[in-house]
């Protein structure tokens, strides 16, 4: 803001008619105070030698040609003409209109000087109830009085080098429009504060702030603070980069704005602060669902040791565009009344603890970040006393975290990762989903995600292990490059239930580290190397489905082509249900019958899990009435009526139809 200087008053002052137009031939009637019949003479110049008439004949400009200078108070009517001529119209009335100083003699002007009053209260008595009057200070100015309030109707303007001591115990409203540069024009202990629409925004350089990272700004960015209700507390505005240097903690007990003009252009540094104090510290003292909104800022410290904001029953609130560097902790989300908060394009970086963590928060849902960066030695954590749902990270980046990414031990109804990336972590566990005993996480999504790590020991995703449940998840369409971990997703706890599917990773077949009841593992891809589809299950069961043509072929060893061959199969789980039929040629061979191509190896466990389940549906012969599958192997055997084992030349042109299922290897 630049600085504010202050107009000349006119000398001869101009009159309007109600559209605006300077108001040529005009009158202007000037009667005693409270007696509009009473003519009061005014004057046209300051010794009062010169009486003017009344009324006062405006020229064509809207203007008298005279000045007109008042003594004391008056009514005063203003015209279009002569009040007594049929068609002229009356445009404005007004008493106890003063010259601004009792009984001196001043011009007709809506300025007036705090220094020709003693103080600020006796140019608020004084003018009071006087419309559109501007009042400056422009030289050092006591209150008069412990309370000060500037009414609406008095503009309030401060021009260097002016400025008002408000002291200690003394308190100065203004309930009008204020206007002052970016110095000092308030000093003492005492309070300012600003009505609903006296300023558009408030800085802390009124209060003596200096953003030279030298200078303690923090009772000044307090005192701003304390000064407004809904209006945005502002920093940088003196300087292109501003760093203010703050010693405590700057707290605020009910909604505010704190803004500033970029995240490299507005810095709160924090010197010397102690561990567990925070820069911003917002506790909405009272149940209410007001806004909070803290953008375009850097928060930081010098050393690491303070943290950035805590975050206490503020509810419908937007943090946004904002730095927070070498701290401990980042933001605590804390109380019982923090719920619809939105955090976007906030910067975590080199933060030694938590990146943003709720802590024994029990106060609702419906948390949103985005397009955020999290480079901390935990990212984001949900701690084990902490109750909450709707939770929403989405293209968010995890970068370079000590311990882990995100850290879930307490309770969470609706938890969704969206769009995210993590990278760099050399050890433990990325996205650690570990509910405490009597904890339960249930709606976790997963989606769209990239996995990479500076580390092949780090595990991507870990759900459960500490005693509490995870229940209805679904992980779907992430890519991992992980090389070296065996798995994607490490099932740690006690009956999870979800979905894993959709998966594109570098782990050739345990994409899941054991089968667990009530998840499903399926259509997961592995990419890298050659390639190739995960291994599916079906809650503890391995799962597949496949259905498709198998072709019979000679596995006697006689080497016989089969005129008529053909077969279908299908595999679901690990059971592949089969049809085939044939026809064997003429043939005098006296080996075993042995037909081979089955879609898959027979399990090798032992009898009969292994080989039970093949049938003949229908044969020319009535020779051969059944068929043997053995172990770790994928041909068909035909036996005879008791047992015995069929050769080629007892088939020799015979038709042969036949069915059976059998477990895969």
Not at 64 to 93: H, N, R
């Amino acid at each position: 803001m630049a600085a504010i200087t202050a107009l000349m008053p006119e000398p001869k002052i101009q009159f309007f008619d109600n559209n605006g137009r300077p108001l040529s031939n005009g009158r202007l009637y000037t009667y005693e105070p409270g007696s509009p019949n009473v003519p009061k003479a005014t004057y046209a110049n300051s010794s009062k030698a010169d009486v003017n008439p009344v009324p006062v004949v405006l020229n064509s400009a809207g203007r008298a040609d005279s000045g007109i200078w008042l003594d004391g108070y008056y009514f005063m009517e203003l015209w279009s003409g002569d009040k007594d001529v049929y068609g002229s119209t009356m445009i404005w009335s007004q008493d106890n209109v003063s010259a601004f100083g009792g009984s001196s003699v001043r011009l007709i002007a809506p300025w007036a000087d705090t220094r020709d009053y003693g103080s600020l209260y006796g140019a608020v008595q004084d003018l009071g109830t006087v419309n559109n009057v501007t009042l400056t200070i422009s030289s050092a100015t006591i209150m008069g009085n412990n309370t000060v309030t500037i009414p609406p109707n008095i503009s309030l303007q401060v021009i260097s080098p002016g400025y008002v001591t408000v002291g200690t115990g003394q308190t100065l409203t203004i309930n009008a429009p204020f206007q002052a540069g970016l110095y000092q024009v308030f000093y003492g202990d005492g309070s300012v504060v600003f009505g609903s629409g006296a300023v558009s925004e408030v800085y802390p350089e009124w209060w003596g702030a200096v953003g030279d990272g030298v200078v303690d700004c923090s009772n000044s960015i307090q005192a701003a603070f304390n000064s407004v209700s809904f209006t945005p507390v502002m920093l940088g505005g003196a300087a292109t980069s501003s760093y203010y240097k703050i010693t405590k903690p700057l707290v605020r007990t009910s909604p505010i704005t704190l803004e500033g003009l970029g995240e490299q252009s507005s810095v709160l540094i924090g010197v010397g602060l102690s561990p567990g104090q925070y820069l911003l510290d917002l506790d909405n003292a009272t149940p209410t669902n007001s806004h909070f909104k803290i953008k375009n800022l850097t928060l930081r410290s010098l050393d690491g040791v303070p943290n950035g904001i805590k975050i206490r029953n503020c509810s419908y609130s937007t943090f946004e565009s904002l730095w927070l560097y070498n701290l401990y902790n980042g933001i605590s989300i804390e109380g019982t009344r923090c719920f619809t908060n939105t955090y976007r394009s906030i910067l975590l970086y080199q933060i030694g603890g938590i990146g943003v963590n709720f802590k024994s928060f029990s106060g609702g849902g419906h948390h949103s970040f985005y397009n955020s960066t999290f480079n901390c030695g935990t990212g984001l954590s949900i701690d084990s006393a902490s109750i909450t749902d709707s939770v929403l990270i989405e293209n968010c980046n995890f970068e370079g975290s000590a311990s882990r990414s995100i850290n879930i031990s307490g309770t969470v109804s609706g938890f969704s990762l969206l769009g995210c990336r993590t990278e760099g972590q050399v050890a433990g566990t990325e996205i650690n989903i570990n509910p405490e005993l009597g904890n339960v996480v249930s709606g976790l999504a997963i989606t769209g995600c990239m996995f990479t790590s500076n580390g092949g020991a780090v595990v991507p995703i870990t759900l459960g292990g500490a005693g509490g449940k995870v229940r209805g998840f679904a992980i779907t369409g992430n890519r991992c490059q992980y090389n070296a971990n065996p798995n994607f997703i490490v099932l740690n706890g006690d009956g999870e239930s979800g979905l894993i599917a959709g998966n594109c990773t570098t782990y050739a077949t345990d994409i899941v580290n054991v089968k667990r009841a009530g998840v499903v593992v399926f259509a997961n891809e592995y990419l890298d190397g050659a390639g190739g589809k995960n291994t599916e299950s079906w809650g503890a069961a391995t799962w597949n489905v496949q259905q498709g043509s198998w072709t019979p072929t000679d596995a006697s060893g006689a080497g016989l082509t089969l005129p008529i061959k053909e077969g279908i199969y299908q595999l679901i789980g690990n059971i592949c249900t089969f049809q085939g039929g044939l026809l064997f040629p003429t043939t005098a061979d006296t080996s075993v019958a042995t037909i081979g191509g089955l879609p898959f190896t027979v399990y090798s466990g032992s009898f009969p899990v292994g080989r039970a389940g093949a049938s003949i549906s229908y044969s020319s012969s009535t020779l051969v009435t059944g068929i043997m599958l053995k172990t770790s192997d994928n041909k068909l055997y035909f036996k005879k009526s008791g047992g015995d084992s069929a050769t080629n030349a007892e088939l020799s042109g015979k038709e042969v139809l036949f069915f059976g299922s059998y477990r895969i290897a």
